[in-house]
């Protein structure tokens, strides 16, 4: 955790001072169907920064691309095996980082 002025800051405080701009019904990021997630999709619900990808109540991974980071963290773990599908965000939109 980082120290800021005397207290601990929290990683979700600073995931909020983050903007991200939603493409709304064209999400960069896809979860290819599946009836029992992979190693690397149940890794995804636990390694993911942003704390964008979960359970869903029939037991499979889904992602909820809003407040996505960009980091690129599910496409080393996902991508090359088919898991996901990744694109950038188009022009102006996506994550918006707030520096200071």
């Given at each position: 955790m980082a120290i800021s002025g005397g207290t601990a800051a929290r990683v979700e405080e600073k995931l909020f001072q983050n903007?991200?701009?939603?493409?709304a019904g064209?999400?960069?990021i896809k979860v290819t169907p599946h009836a029992v997630p992979s190693d690397a999709l149940v890794a995804l619900t636990k390694v993911?920064?942003?704390?964008?990808?979960?359970?869903n109540d029939s037991g499979?991974?889904?992602i909820i691309p809003d407040g996505c980071m960009?980091?690129?963290?599910?496409?080393?773990?996902a991508e090359l095996s088919g898991d996901?599908?990744?694109n950038?965000?188009?022009g102006g939109?996506?994550?918006l980082f707030k520096f200071g």
């Open positions: 903007r991200y701009l939603v493409d064209r999400p960069h993911c920064p942003a704390g964008c990808y979960a359970f499979q991974v889904e960009e980091c690129g963290t599910c496409r080393v773990i996901i599908e990744w950038y965000p188009r939109y996506g994550v």
